[in-house]
């Protein structure tokens, strides 16, 4: 037995129908169909429906018929949901402590591809450490890349934002005179690295206080 399911269609008076036809964005040239130009242009342009076959041996398959005529047919609604981080990736965690959103990525890197990285995520290499080690599912062996660095014949290490480290911070000095760029070494100091040098690295984003992301 053959149910037939109105889809979503294109009505068309055009010879080369199976391009104008889509099913779902995709182009009903790449969808099984027994519909011809012949029969389309008789009926003077008409609507796609799917058929849907009883036998699994046997392809559903598209075919055209007028638009009149009457069938069942299937909607699609999308699910609005809200995200706190503003993102649908979930491996970015919402901390209210630390009034931020962050994701630990476990692969390690250079210093500047770790920036790109997280500046692909609309986001930035952590900035802030207070009590993140706590809050983070962070391993104790492991050193992080975070968002500091040194620039040559400048021995002040920088947020990513230009402001100075300075005293608030302990860190440990990496080598003097050559581009160097901080972890969140696995004591949970800082400390100055070679930015060739590869480590896992932490990003951060900022909370979205409501976020609609449309999902099917």
């Not at 696995?186 to 990003?203: D, K, S, V």
Request: with cysteine.
């Amino acid at each position: 037995m053959v149910t037939r399911v109105q889809c979503s269609f294109n009505t068309t008076k055009l010879p080369n129908v199976s391009k104008e036809v889509s099913f779902h964005g995709r182009p009903g040239n790449e969808m099984y169909n027994i519909w011809n130009k012949e029969v389309v242009q008789d009926i003077g342009g008409g609507c796609a429906i799917l058929n849907v076959k009883s036998d699994i041996n046997f392809p559903d398959f598209l075919s055209y018929e007028k638009c009149k005529n009457r069938h069942n047919f299937i909607c699609v609604k999308h699910l609005r949901i809200t995200l706190p981080c503003g993102t649908i990736d979930n491996d970015y965690v919402q901390l209210p402590r630390l009034g931020n959103c962050y994701k630990v990525h476990h692969s390690a890197a250079p210093w500047r591809l770790a920036f790109r990285s997280c500046l692909m995520e609309d986001a930035h290499l952590t900035t802030n450490f207070l009590h993140i080690s706590t809050e983070l599912d962070l391993q104790p062996t492991v050193s992080y890349y975070v968002g500091i660095h040194r620039v040559p014949g400048n021995n002040a290490y920088r947020f990513l934002n230009g402001t100075e480290v300075g005293d608030n911070f302990f860190l440990m000095y990496g080598d003097p005179g050559e581009t160097s760029c901080v972890v969140l070494n696995n004591e949970r100091f800082l400390q100055g690295y070679p930015c060739g040098a590869e480590f896992p690295f932490i990003c951060q984003k900022k909370t979205a206080d409501k976020t609609d992301v449309p999902r099917e």
